[in-house]
């Protein structure tokens, strides 16, 4: 069904480009670089943070801007979603703002971050990582695809529904958050303060397809002791003194993972027809050895598994998933005598949660309504990395899918860019399906 203001919506959007463009520059030269020491932290989330909130202001939006204590959020949610040790949140506040509607509809929460991870090397960027350069229809800079461009889209869509006084019963609740980049607690803070809504858009970059599922993320460390001992000599067996080389265990571990990544492959439980990968154990660093001419005295593997949403455990985390790689591990260990006595430890480093909406829920509808009217392609998808939808959705009881623009494999890229059209697509459909959703 079209609505007398989709036209109005439509031609708003496409006529935004130049502002879309500007939009994204600012954004991007504030240097926002996520720091996990506050005190090696600059004044740019502030300084974005601030920016955005004079935009919402100047939109009819009531705004807040306020630093989370990271220490009572750590107190009040420790083992849940996003609540991390060590954060501090001096000087990196949190934006949220508030357009009340007439009363009665329906309202949605845009949400996004504006940290970034740290640029890397120099010379592998064409252009300056904080300029915002913009080549034909492309802009690049850290953060244009990992998500400013993404809240460069949320932002207008609100603008142009407030200049075209599209009528709105349900509020619209706009919150950016710093800290998702390492671990989640901008959004645990934003959940925290109240901010929620019937429904919840997370701008993070899916190349403009609706994407209500998410994986989980679970990092681990596995430590495999052996003995050092002269590399180049005949060895002694190991309980008269003799080496055990860390690097043979460690390829042994390796293998087993394999096999479980094999059967993985196939199992029901670890695949998701809107998932493009099944969950694997996937290993992404690894470490051993002494020096030249030694047996390598211990192993260390990274690896990182993901998991889907039924797979959680109570508390709404990965422990379940856990339980089950170290099991894995202490099995495929029992062959080896030496590992049988001498079992690999796991560390385990990070838990980043999963969610999923359901694909019948009436926001997917809304959008699948919003898709067609823009004439836009409507595709649904599942993102394999996380992001932080789970917070809303679990802990604020605000069903939130990802849709954004920009290829989402460029994240933490250097040269990630993003097109002018992909910004236009996905402000339009937002602003359409904010009209339906909140109408
Ligand atoms: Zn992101």
Redesign the pocket.
């Known amino acids: 069904m079209r609505d007398e203001f989709d036209q109005r919506i439509i031609d708003a959007a496409d006529s935004s480009g130049s502002r879309l463009a500007q939009t994204l520059q600012d954004l991007i030269r504030f240097e926002s670089v996520v720091m996990s020491d506050p005190t090696k932290a600059g004044p740019g989330e502030r300084l974005c943070q601030e920016y955005l909130g004079r935009r919402l202001a100047a939109s009819a939006f009531t705004t807040e801007l306020w630093e989370p204590d990271a220490e009572a959020l750590l107190r009040k949610y420790a083992g849940k979603p996003g609540a991390q040790r060590n954060r501090n949140f001096t000087g990196r506040p949190i934006l949220a703002g508030t357009r009340q509607g007439s009363g009665g509809g329906k309202s949605i929460l845009l949400t996004?971050?504006i940290d970034v991870v740290p640029p890397g090397e120099p010379t592998h960027w064409a252009y300056p990582p904080f300029a915002g350069t913009q080549v034909e229809d492309k802009i690049y800079g850290r953060g244009a695809v990992?998500?400013k461009g993404g809240v460069a889209s949320m932002l207008v869509a609100a603008e142009i529904l407030h200049e075209l006084q599209v009528p709105l019963s349900g509020a619209i609740v706009f919150s950016t958050v710093v800290d998702?980049?390492i671990g989640g607690m901008g959004t645990l803070a934003m959940a925290d303060r109240g901010y929620h809504a019937d429904a919840g858009i997370l701008t993070?970059?899916t190349s403009n397809r609706v994407t209500p599922l998410c994986h989980g993320i679970l990092w681990g460390k596995i430590i495999l002791d052996g003995i050092g001992g002269h590399a180049e000599l005949a060895p002694r067996h190991w309980d008269q003194g003799g080496p055990i080389d860390a690097i043979g265990l460690m390829r042994f571990i390796l293998a087993g993972i394999d096999v479980i990544n094999e059967r993985w492959r196939t199992d029901p439980r670890k695949n998701h027809a809107l998932m493009e990968l099944p969950n694997q154990i996937i290993v992404t660093q690894v470490k051993a050895g002494e020096h030249p001419s030694s047996a390598a005295g211990r192993a260390e593997i990274i690896i990182d598994v993901q998991y889907l949403p039924h797979e959680k455990d109570a508390a709404g985390v990965g422990g379940n998933v856990k339980r089950e790689v170290e099991e894995h591990i202490a099995r495929m260990s029992q062959v080896d005598p030496w590992l049988a006595q001498h079992p690999p430890r796991i560390e385990w480093i990070l838990d980043a949660d999963c969610a999923e909406v359901a694909i019948d829920h009436p926001i997917i509808g809304a959008f699948r309504e919003a898709s067609k009217q823009a004439s836009q392609p409507f595709q649904l998808w599942g993102m394999g990395a996380h992001?932080?939808m789970g917070i809303p959705t679990d802990l604020a009881s605000t069903p939130t899918v990802n849709f954004g623009p920009g290829d989402p494999s460029q994240?933490h890229q250097p040269n990630e860019s993003v097109t002018v059209p992909d910004l236009i697509a996905t402000t339009k459909i937002i602003a359409l399906t904010i009209a339906r959703w909140c109408r």
């Open positions: 996004g971050h990992d998500m998702e980049e993070e970059p992001t932080d994240a």
